[in-house]
Nanobody, 123 residues
Framework: VQLQASGGGLVQAGGSLRLSCAASGRTFSSYVMGWFRQAPGKEREFVAAINRSGSIVYYADSVKGRFTISRDNAKSTVYLHMNSLKPEDTFVYYC?????????????????WGKGTQVTVSS
């Protein structure tokens, strides 16, 4: 599966952004999807995951209540709605796909990765 994230940008603290990740290749609905983020020189951080049907989601504590992950299997796209953004949410955000089943919080990562999209939150 090939993944392409988009929607990043510069936003003021308290603002919102919606990231999208379009998938191509093998059947999108067969993958658990997730979002991760990483700062230069730092370890990758799990953000959110959603199961194959979209009925179950899981969030890192740092984003719970502010971020929402969703998916549209008909469009082969996963989204990350980010509200109440803080400067500490400034990262490169990556979408990922996992074929091995539902097992959050995916600290080990996922099988497939897209190129990241930069999110910068100014204070």
């Amino acid at each position: 599966v090939q993944l392409q994230a988009s929607g990043g940008g510069l936003v003021q603290a308290g603002g919102s952004l919606r990231l999208s990740c379009a998938a191509s290749g093998r059947t999108f609905s067969s993958y658990v999807m997730g979002w991760f983020r990483q700062a230069p020189g730092k370890e990758r951080e799990f953000v959110a995951a959603i199961n194959r049907s979209g009925s179950i989601v899981y969030y890192a504590d740092s984003v719970k209540g502010r971020f929402t992950i969703s998916r549209d299997n008909a469009k082969s796209t996963v989204y990350l709605h980010m509200n109440s953004l803080k400067p500490e949410d400034t990262f490169v955000y990556y979408c990922a796909a996992d074929s091995t089943g539902w097992s959050p919080p995916y600290y080990h990562g996922m099988d497939y990765w897209g190129k990241g999209t930069q999110v910068t939150v100014s204070s």
